[in-house]
């Protein structure tokens, strides 16, 4: 669903719950077809959900992947989902530019312009302009030099590996289908450990010894 952006949502009650969402997330579920699955562990965790337009083009550019044109379709079509407007130079969404060059470390027109983790950054100066007005976000990013950023913009930062523990806390995934809901994603990134490797499977051993 396309939105206004985030200056659109300044003047509603402050305290929302936000989730940005970068282009490697994107691709992972809606290459597995898993696409309900990430939109339902958002919003069963209380969120909206954000997606830079810069995001989904970048995602939708690897439409070879698995079944990722079909469901990164879903997602924009979804009325659980706002695709927010691309950011052009002189646009009224000044804070967020200023962000994005910030993050970046150049001026604001180089900023946009030079494609490579552009979407991590534009992410980044959406989510932190979210948080100066008040809202409570979190930016879905997979990349580690991504997560980084994030952190140092002191912004919460979500992994898949947490979404799908969320998942089956939330029982959204059944815990006998948890090793094979990650194995399923792992073939759209080269992010995502195996198994044996993951945090995923300490986390949810930790878990299931403490219920």
Request: charged share 20%; hydrophobic share 45%.
């Amino acid at each position: 669903m396309s939105g206004q952006g985030p200056c659109a949502l300044d003047s509603r009650t402050p305290g929302r719950k936000i989730s940005v969402v970068d282009a490697v997330c994107c691709v992972y579920f809606c290459a597995a077809g898993k696409s309900p699955l990430l939109v339902s562990i958002l919003t069963t965790l209380g969120m909206e959900i954000l997606i830079p337009e810069e995001v989904a083009a970048e995602a939708e550019s690897k439409r070879s992947y698995g079944q990722l044109a079909t469901h990164m379709r879903r997602l924009r079509a979804s009325t659980k989902v706002t695709i927010l407007p691309r950011l052009v130079l002189g646009d009224e969404r000044s804070a967020v530019l200023a962000n994005v060059a910030r993050v970046r470390g150049l001026g604001v027109g180089l900023a946009l312009s030079r494609r490579k983790d552009l979407g991590e950054a534009i992410v980044i100066g959406h989510a932190r302009h979210l948080a100066d007005t008040g809202h409570e976000v979190h930016v879905l990013i997979d990349d580690q030099g991504g997560q980084a950023l994030a952190d140092m913009e002191g912004l919460h930062v979500i992994t898949v590996e947490m979404l799908l523990m969320a998942a089956v806390k939330l029982g959204l995934v059944q815990a006998g289908a948890l090793r094979s809901t990650y194995e399923s994603l792992r073939p759209f990134g080269a992010g995502l450990p195996t198994w044996n490797a993951s945090t995923l499977k300490t986390d949810y051993e930790q878990w299931r010894r403490g219920r």
